[in-house]
């Protein structure tokens, strides 16, 4: 499969790629596989880093179609299919029927499904809490609303596996005053 060559962009200032290198830390050291079990056991959820990002994306905007999840989550159907399965035999999830399409289902967050995603986003704040308990809450607040900025514009200018098509997604844009 063939992979289209990126849109002719400026080179990347030093700024810029200082920017790229801490990302990519930060990325690595938030998937790590020890990372997460850790936030599992402290939020004492039991599940894999998949159901996590599911149930955290379900919260964020639910209820929602199997297929908007894929989408969302940047998988194929059936891992979501799978993970739902598991997330509804575990009672954090249910299928509810689509307003706009009684043939269609969405999930939806159980009591014990949000509780759990409440949990780890506990113990996720917990832990950076801990990391961050030395910087100023001026210098906090100015970090949140930057990297909510770049979210935003990451969304923005994402695009989609379809050549010159921007993105669709309906992540709503952040708050800046934080």
Do not use: C, N
């Not at 043939?103 to 949000?114: F, K, N």
């Amino acid at each position: 499969m063939p992979t289209e060559p990126l849109p002719a962009v400026p080179a990347a200032t030093p700024e810029v790629v200082e920017i790229e290198r801490a990302l990519t830390r930060i990325t690595y050291l938030s998937t790590r596989a020890r990372q997460h079990e850790r936030l599992m056991a402290l939020a004492g959820v039991p599940l894999d880093r998949a159901a996590v990002a599911l149930l955290r994306q379900v919260a964020d905007s639910e209820p929602l179609r199997p297929g908007e999840l894929a989408q969302r989550l940047g998988v194929e159907a059936s891992h979501v299919t799978r993970t739902v399965q598991q997330l509804q035999r575990s009672g954090y999830v249910t299928r509810v029927p689509d307003p706009d399409d009684r043939r269609a289902q969405r999930i939806e967050l159980t009591d014990t499904g949000r509780e759990a995603v409440d949990r780890v986003r506990d113990a996720g704040a917990r832990g950076m809490q801990l990391a961050l308990g030395d910087w100023a809450p001026e210098e906090l607040r100015q970090l949140a609303v930057l990297f909510h900025r770049m979210v935003d514009d990451f969304l923005t200018h994402a695009v989609e596996d379809e050549p010159g098509k921007e993105t669709t997604e309906t992540v709503p844009p952040a708050s800046r005053a934080v």
